[in-house]
């Protein structure tokens, strides 16, 4: 048997004819950069995550330094970032010129620590970039109180959480902003590279809606240094479709998940879902030592797996002109070094489910 990491042709025939209809009204419109699909999705997600504003952009990188340009954050600012995240939080952080500032994150869920972010803030200190990594949501509440004394701004990387939430508190509702990748392979993905940006208020809607395009307060009049970080037509129309499956979709995540935590040995560390989260389980996580001995073993059985993210950011080449070295972040290192990403996906079949956990205990047993 062959279970693929991620099958997203599976999911496309699934909706082909409503994506193929979307698609070729696009196409005769010929509005292929915003226009009234960017408009309608941007709508559309506001009401999903119970947002004011919503703003479509072209992709999660470009939705995070856009948040960060619109809270004036820049040269000489420093940003809490956590440790391990994809490289794309810290880098926009770096792109505004300002400085990110690493904290160590929570083992296994590789949630930022929010014990330790007040030792890490100076007088430089303008936000927070709390990621809600793997799908579920980190401490909001605690990261709230933080910023509030502190006078800190928050900037949610929900890249890999939409429709997730901490104690009833949808992502983007307690923060300055919230962002979003809809890059392929998220719960919510284009057929491409998109993005998103929430926000309740509406002098950063106003701010962000302008930065993405050129700082036009109507054509050809640009009233500031800005960018072109527009969402493509095509991708808007993709996305509305893809929106109304949702909830579905992740229902069936959690299944997955929830088939993997009964049948997967106890003795192995799963992923699990914090107390007051809602975990859309955008990756299904497992933690051990001899990581790289079961993914090798398990690639022998046809099964695809992940990781993310081996190489946790302060040990990234760019960071070390701030003299990260190893041991400064040790559970964001031991997440780094034990864990692997499993399939997971809506559209995965149960034999498949099945297999990898037959498969992953054998070789536990085999090891034993």
Same mark, same amino acid.
């Given at each position: 048997?062959?279970?693929? !990491?991620?099958?997203?042709?599976?999911?496309?025939?699934?909706?082909?004819? +409503?994506?193929?209809?979307?698609?070729?009204?696009?196409?005769?419109?010929?509005?292929?950069? /915003?226009?009234?699909?960017?408009?309608?999705?941007? +709508?559309? *997600?506001?009401?999903?995550?119970?947002?004011?504003?919503?703003?479509?952009?072209?992709?999660?990188?470009?939705?995070?330094? /856009?948040?960060?340009?619109?809270?004036?954050?820049?040269?000489?600012?420093?940003?809490?970032?956590?440790?391990?995240?994809?490289?794309?939080?810290?880098?926009?952080?770096? $792109?505004?010129?300002?400085?990110?500032? *690493?904290?160590?994150?929570?083992?296994?869920?590789?949630?930022?620590? !929010?014990?330790? =972010?007040?030792?890490?803030?100076?007088?430089?200190?303008?936000? =927070?970039?709390?990621?809600?990594?793997?799908?579920?949501?980190?401490?909001?509440?605690?990261?709230?109180?933080?910023?509030?004394k502190y006078k800190l701004k928050i900037i949610e990387d929900a890249s890999q959480a939409h429709g997730s939430s901490y104690h009833n508190i949808n992502v983007g509702q307690i923060s300055d902003v919230a962002t979003f990748s809809f890059y392929p392979g998220k719960n919510l993905g284009a057929y491409g590279e998109s993005?998103?940006?929430?926000?309740?208020? &509406?002098?950063?809607?106003?701010?962000?809606?302008?930065?993405?395009?050129?700082?036009?307060?109507?054509?050809?009049?640009?009233?500031?240094?800005? $960018?072109?970080?527009?969402? +493509?037509?095509?991708?808007?129309?993709?996305?509305?479709?893809?929106? &109304?499956?949702?909830?579905?979709?992740?229902?069936?995540?959690?299944?997955?998940?929830?088939?993997?935590?009964?049948? =997967?040995?106890? #003795?192995?560390?799963?992923? #699990?879902?914090?107390?007051?989260?809602?975990?859309? $389980?955008?990756?299904?996580?497992? !933690?051990?030592?001899?990581?790289?001995?079961?993914?090798?073993?398990?690639?022998?059985?046809?099964?695809?797996?992940?990781?993310? $993210?081996?190489?946790?950011?302060?040990?990234?080449k760019p960071y070390r002109i701030f003299g990260y070295k190893k041991n400064d972040f040790p559970q964001s290192e031991k997440i780094a070094n034990t864990q692997m990403s499993l399939p997971i996906y809506p559209e995965i079949k149960v034999k498949m489910i099945k297999y990898v956990a037959v498969q992953i205990n054998k070789?536990?047993?085999?090891?034993?």
């Amino acid at each position: 048997m062959k279970v693929p !990491f991620l099958d997203l042709k599976t999911q496309y025939l699934s909706i082909k004819k +409503d994506i193929d209809k979307e698609v070729l009204q696009t196409l005769k419109s010929s509005n292929y950069s /915003l226009g009234p699909k960017v408009e309608l999705f941007e +709508d559309n *997600f506001k009401k999903y995550c119970n947002s004011k504003y919503a703003i479509g952009v072209n992709s999660g990188t470009s939705a995070l330094h /856009l948040a960060l340009d619109a809270l004036d954050i820049g040269k000489g600012d420093e940003v809490i970032v956590p440790a391990m995240t994809f490289v794309a939080t810290p880098m926009s952080v770096s $792109y505004t010129g300002a400085k990110p500032v *690493f904290v160590d994150t929570i083992y296994p869920s590789g949630l930022i620590d !929010f014990n330790k =972010i007040e030792e890490k803030i100076t007088s430089r200190t303008k936000a =927070i970039i709390p990621v809600h990594l793997y799908g579920q949501c980190a401490n909001l509440i605690e990261i709230k109180r933080i910023a509030k004394k502190y006078k800190l701004k928050i900037i949610e990387d929900a890249s890999q959480a939409h429709g997730s939430s901490y104690h009833n508190i949808n992502v983007g509702q307690i923060s300055d902003v919230a962002t979003f990748s809809f890059y392929p392979g998220k719960n919510l993905g284009a057929y491409g590279e998109s993005g998103c940006v929430i926000t309740n208020v &509406k002098k950063l809607n106003d701010k962000i809606r302008k930065l993405r395009n050129w700082g036009q307060s109507k054509k050809h009049y640009h009233d500031e240094i800005s $960018y072109n970080y527009r969402m +493509d037509g095509i991708q808007g129309a993709i996305l509305n479709v893809k929106l &109304k499956k949702m909830n579905e979709w992740i229902s069936k995540r959690r299944m997955v998940a929830e088939m993997y935590n009964k049948l =997967i040995d106890k #003795s192995l560390l799963k992923s #699990s879902e914090d107390e007051g989260n809602y975990h859309v $389980y955008h990756i299904y996580s497992i !933690f051990l030592k001899e990581r790289d001995k079961l993914q090798k073993y398990l690639h022998s059985k046809n099964i695809n797996t992940g990781n993310h $993210y081996p190489v946790p950011c302060h040990l990234q080449k760019p960071y070390r002109i701030f003299g990260y070295k190893k041991n400064d972040f040790p559970q964001s290192e031991k997440i780094a070094n034990t864990q692997m990403s499993l399939p997971i996906y809506p559209e995965i079949k149960v034999k498949m489910i099945k297999y990898v956990a037959v498969q992953i205990n054998k070789w536990i047993s085999n090891t034993s």
